[in-house]
């Protein structure tokens, strides 16, 4: 029984350890390097706007130029949705959606920089970012 234990204790350090020890590896990897296409190890506006484009199109499948609730599917909620809609049409156009885009990008950019690195897409406002453009 001794031994069956200290396996499975075993297994849960185990686990917590690669875990702790991927997890700002993964993040890195896929958010960070999905949107840096020139590999400075950061995200400016100009490559959050592409790949915000890049999204637009994707959850676009009617092709009508605007995304409604349905189609933002969980990524912004109706009063982001309301406050990015200066047209009050319950819906973001391309302009619109890059609007709230850059806001978001402003907002993960605490030191002003102009860019984002993995720290700061680590943080709320940082996640709250990605979700727009992932």
Do not use: N
Request: a negative charge.
């Amino acid at each position: 029984m001794k031994s069956k234990l200290l396996g499975a204790a075993a297994l849960v350090v185990t686990g917590l350890v690669s875990l702790s020890f991927t997890g700002p590896l993964l993040a890195e990897s896929t958010s960070l390097s999905a949107l840096d296409p020139d590999k400075d190890g950061t995200v400016d506006l100009q490559e959050a706007k592409t790949a915000a484009a890049a999204v637009f199109a994707k959850l676009d499948p009617d092709k009508d130029g605007t995304l409604d609730a349905k189609e933002l599917s969980g990524r912004v909620d109706a009063a982001a949705i309301k406050a990015a809609d200066p047209d009050s049409d319950g819906t973001l156009d391309q302009k619109e959606y890059e609007s709230l885009v850059e806001a978001r990008f402003k907002a993960a950019d605490p030191d002003s920089d102009g860019t984002l690195d993995d720290k700061e897409l680590g943080t709320d406002a940082g996640k709250s970012f990605l979700h727009l453009v992932e």
